[in-house]
């Protein structure tokens, strides 16, 4: 089945700067890589998410870029705000009978300081 | 409108006594999903409900892990028999059906087995 890593597992930056999570998927299959916040005590909340036709997508300061050849695809938050701290899951929907479930990689921990 | 609303919160229990979690799902969302974040884990897949129909139960840990929905709309999560190690968070997550691919999460129930 689809197996999903993601690096790294903590990532600490100063205000302003960017941040780069790296994830990456075993089933050549999957067409579909959401990426979600979550924040201390509250659920996930998809912040982007992009699908196998599509290389790069953009939202203000946050992108998602896919390599479907390398299987891997990234998060790019540009000009990062202590609000941005939270954890970060990525995660592909596979293809073939698991195509209604979401794997989830282990998650980064991203602390922005001001 | 309304987002996915669980219960209980936070739930205490003893090894051994059954739980019941209850989530309830954004209206008219069709699909319903169970997962579960174990401490500084990512989300694992329990269960998929289409309608009141499960496809998918390929995630439950056991066969002390069950779950029902009822009127294609509020689902339940039954774990018997609780053990130490079902401390997690259970969160639900649930969306319409067609090409729609965003899971809306809840906040999730927390449950400490001691």
């Known amino acids: 089945g689809e197996n999903v890593e993601q690096h790294p597992s903590t990532l600490s930056v100063q205000e302003g700067d960017s941040a780069v999570i790296k994830c990456t998927y075993s089933?050549?299959?999957?067409?579909?890589f959401p990426w979600y916040k979550q924040e201390l005590g509250k659920g996930p909340q998809l912040i982007i998410d992009?699908?196998?036709?599509?290389g790069e997508k953009k939202d203000q300061r946050i992108a998602v870029t896919l390599n479907k050849t390398a299987k891997h695809f990234s998060l790019h938050i540009t000009e990062t705000q202590p609000e941005d701290s939270a954890v970060y899951f990525c995660?592909?929907?596979?293809?073939?009978?698991?195509?209604?479930?979401?794997?989830f990689g282990t998650g980064t921990r991203l602390l922005v300081s001001p | 409108g309304a987002g996915v609303s669980q219960s209980p919160s936070n739930k205490v229990t003893e090894k051994g006594k059954d739980v019941e979690l209850r989530c309830d799902p954004i209206?008219?969302?069709?699909?319903l999903y169970w997962y579960r974040q174990s401490l500084g884990q990512g989300l694992e897949f329990l269960i998929y409900?289409?309608?009141?129909?499960?496809?998918?139960k390929s995630g439950l840990p056991s066969d002390r892990f069950s779950a029902e929905r009822t009127g294609g709309s509020v689902s339940t999560l039954t774990i018997q028999r609780t053990q130490q190690e079902d401390s997690a968070v259970y969160l639900c997550?649930?969306?319409?059906?067609?090409?729609?691919?965003?899971?809306?999460f809840g906040p999730g129930t927390r449950l400490t087995v001691l």
């Open positions: 992009i699908r196998s036709n599509v």
């Open positions: 409900f289409q309608g009141n129909s499960a496809p998918d």
């Open positions: 209206s008219g969302h069709t699909a």
């Open positions: 089933d050549s299959a999957s067409n579909y």
């Open positions: 995660a592909a929907r596979p293809g073939g009978t698991g195509f209604q479930k979401l794997v």
């Open positions: 997550a649930t969306k319409r059906t067609g090409p729609a691919d965003t899971q809306y």
